[in-house]
């Protein structure tokens, strides 16, 4: 199984179109230490031929456009293309936008959890995902589902399972004692299997706890790709760059007691790689004495291009 990162950045991307804030500033200025980063998303394919996406951010044309593998291929019929589903995680701006760029009548499917689904169903935009010909299947949890395609197996088995999260800042209810309006499914992890060689990893691009059930699931795993959205839980207000702690987004910060590096540090997970990480975060310049942390816990940061084999 090959997975490349398409994209490692969280929503807004890296540089954000509208920051100035440091970490953007010096990306956009190309100074060394900063690479810029396209929003949240993976490429697997277990036979080298027939690709999943792991969610379709905005970026998608771009993230595309470079990578060969993912392009029409030379040897195909004029209308051809390796994407033979996505699967999405949560209903976000970043996890879902760029379905619209898989539009022009192209065979695929769509799996996602029956929340994610009905966000779907419910924004009429996607019906130029024509569904007779972009299939839309729900994950059901704990349910292990082959992923297919545009008339393939791919050779990959997902199983979804709920995370603690919240639901797309769209649809948000007022209510803070309810998570606003967040409910099962609104966001989840993926475990992902070469059902061939039985290789596997974790997804879990958006997670606001490491809580007990997911502690024991992610026990001695291979591999996860994990959310790692902020170092610390209110970087962006102190940044100046937003009103919003981490928490109140839905995201599980890197650092500090409650943090992934704290709440991994027992698991025994062999590789683990951080993937939606925003703008805000130290640890996107390579030279930070957070990035140095980090990485000593034994933590890799995602960037895009990323390539590893299972
Ligand atoms: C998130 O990850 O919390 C969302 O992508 C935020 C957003 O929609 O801007
Ligand atoms: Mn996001």
């Given at each position: 199984m090959l997975i490349r990162i398409l994209g490692a950045a969280a929503g807004g991307g890296f540089p954000q179109w509208n920051c100035n804030g440091r970490n953007s500033a010096a990306a956009r200025a190309g100074k060394p230490g900063f690479r810029p980063r396209t929003q949240c998303s993976l490429a697997?394919?277990?036979?080298?031929?027939?690709?999943?996406?792991?969610?379709?951010?905005?970026d998608l044309r771009q993230q595309i456009n470079e990578t060969p593998a993912l392009g029409a291929q030379a040897d195909g019929p004029l209308r051809n293309s390796p994407i033979k589903a996505v699967v999405v995680t949560g209903a976000d701006v970043d996890f879902i936008a760029g379905l619209l760029n898989l539009r022009e009548l192209q065979p695929f499917s769509i799996y996602g959890s029956a929340r994610v689904?009905?966000?779907?169903?419910?924004?009429?935009?996607?019906?130029?995902?024509?569904?007779?010909?972009?299939?839309?299947?729900t994950l059901a949890f704990g349910q292990p589902a082959s992923i297919e395609g545009a008339g393939c197996d791919t050779?990959?088995?997902?199983?979804?399972?709920?995370?603690?999260?919240?639901?797309?800042?769209?649809?948000?209810?007022?209510?803070?004692?309810?998570?606003?309006?967040?409910?099962?499914?609104?966001?989840?992890?993926?475990k992902v299997t070469d059902a061939a060689s039985g290789q596997h990893f974790f997804f879990v691009p958006g997670c606001a706890v490491v809580d007990a059930e997911l502690a024991d699931r992610l026990k001695g795993a291979p591999l996860v790709f994990f959310d790692g959205t902020l170092y610390t839980d209110d970087e962006m207000i102190r940044q100046g760059l937003m009103q919003k702690t981490g928490q109140r987004?839905?995201?599980?910060?890197?650092?500090?007691?409650?943090?992934?590096?704290?709440?991994?540090?027992?698991?025994?997970?062999?590789?683990?790689?951080?993937?939606?990480?925003?703008?805000?975060?130290?640890?996107?310049?390579?030279?930070?004495?957070?990035?140095?942390?980090?990485?000593?816990?034994?933590?890799?940061?995602?960037v895009d291009g990323m390539e590893i084999r299972l």
């Open positions: 697997v394919t277990a036979n080298e031929r027939d690709w999943v996406l792991f969610n379709a951010s905005p689904l009905e966000t779907l169903a419910a924004n009429s935009i996607f019906n130029v995902l024509d569904p007779s010909v972009v299939a839309r299947r050779g990959l088995v997902v199983e979804a399972f709920p995370v603690p999260g919240k639901v797309a800042l769209y649809l948000e209810s007022t209510r803070a004692d309810d998570n606003y309006g967040s409910r099962e499914g609104d966001a989840i992890g993926l987004m839905g995201h599980i910060s890197i650092s500090g007691p409650e943090g992934s590096i704290a709440s991994f540090a027992p698991l025994g997970v062999k590789r683990k790689i951080y993937v939606h990480i925003n703008n805000s975060n130290p640890v996107l310049d390579d030279n930070s004495p957070e990035r140095q942390a980090t990485e000593a816990a034994g933590w890799e940061v995602g």
